[in-house]
């Protein structure tokens, strides 16, 4: 089983058509996407008790989503105003003040320590706003120390939200020490470190103890850099993009979905990466970007199932 800790808000989808209220959240959806892939995953969020919050919750349970440990909140779901351009690429306007996803309190995390957990998977606001951020990273933090899954993280930086770049540098550089894999778009590096080369990041990544270090860059592909300090570079796959809403979170699922295939998740998680063979990488980076490029050929976050991909692959 993958647990996804994090956010799972409202996307309110702005179009020429008008709005329309989409369940969402970058982890919602990397959770949504592993179940699809007919992984057992298991969402660690704070749902509210309103209208969207039982939105999110149908929506959660409808795509098989274990809610167990989801913590059923009495303050207002976030939201996130979506409006689309031309090309369906997406802007985000965030109404978060308040909201359950960021209330989280220690207690409120369980004890993965004899669970079926084979992976921790977070990221993207549930790690950057206070001040639930601290607790999940005091969750991160024991679960590295206990090396007995493998502890993942997407960036999903939000500069929009967040805007101190000096102080997202300093929490990016103690939270991916927590890691053994780490994942990025080139956007988000981009702005977090405007002065440096892709290479130059995942390198120093690698140097700090994350095993496996991942870098999205849209049309252009994937790099992945290996335990052993090898490159992998995956071309994106083509296809008639009708919006890219979710595309980044699918392509994590995809990751962890395929990683999850190869037996390199779970307990002794460096070793376990360091077992994956090139041809390996090669299939982990191809079914990442099948299942990103079928998410970005429909409209919303709305990730592929197994078979979708699987005939796609083959």
Not at 5 to 28: C, H, K, N, W
Not at 119 to 131: F, K, Q
Not at 282 to 295: G, P
Request: contains cysteine; negative net charge.
């Amino acid at each position: 089983m993958i647990v996804v800790a994090g956010e799972a808000l409202i996307d309110l989808v702005v179009t020429a058509e008008g709005q329309r209220p989409v369940s969402g959240g970058s982890p919602a959806n990397v959770a949504v996407t592993l179940a699809r892939l007919d992984q057992p995953v298991r969402l660690l969020a704070r749902l509210a008790n309103d209208e969207y919050g039982r939105q999110l919750v149908e929506h959660l349970s409808a795509n098989r989503v274990d809610l167990e440990w989801a913590v059923r909140a009495e303050e207002p779901t976030s939201v996130a105003v979506a409006t689309l351009n031309a090309a369906g690429q997406a802007s985000y306007e965030f109404r978060l003040a308040g909201a359950a996803d960021w209330q989280w309190t220690p207690q409120e995390l369980p004890e993965l320590a004899g669970s079926p957990a084979i992976a921790l998977h977070t990221g993207s606001l549930a790690l950057a706003l206070a001040p639930g951020a601290e607790a999940l990273e005091g969750l991160l933090a024991r679960e590295r120390q206990r090396d007995g899954l493998t502890v993942s993280i997407d960036l999903n930086l939000r500069p929009s939200i967040v805007t101190d770049r000096a102080a997202e540098q300093e929490r990016v550089r103690r939270q991916i020490r927590l890691a053994h894999l780490v994942k990025a778009s080139d956007e988000d590096l981009a702005w977090l470190y405007p002065d440096r080369s892709v290479a130059d990041v995942m390198t120093e990544w690698r140097t700090a103890g994350v095993s496996c270090a991942v870098v999205t860059r849209g049309g252009d592909g994937a790099w992945l850099l290996a335990p052993d300090g090898s490159l992998h570079e995956e071309p994106a796959v083509r296809t008639t993009v009708v919006d890219t809403v979710g595309a980044g979170d699918s392509f994590t699922g995809g990751l962890l979905a395929a990683l999850a295939g190869f037996d390199a998740l779970g307990d002794r998680p460096a070793d376990r990466l360091a077992a994956v063979t090139p041809q390996q990488w090669a299939e982990v980076l191809r079914q990442a970007a099948t299942v990103a490029a079928l998410t970005c050929a429909r409209r919303g976050a709305n990730p592929p199932t197994r078979a979708e991909v699987e005939a796609l692959l083959h």
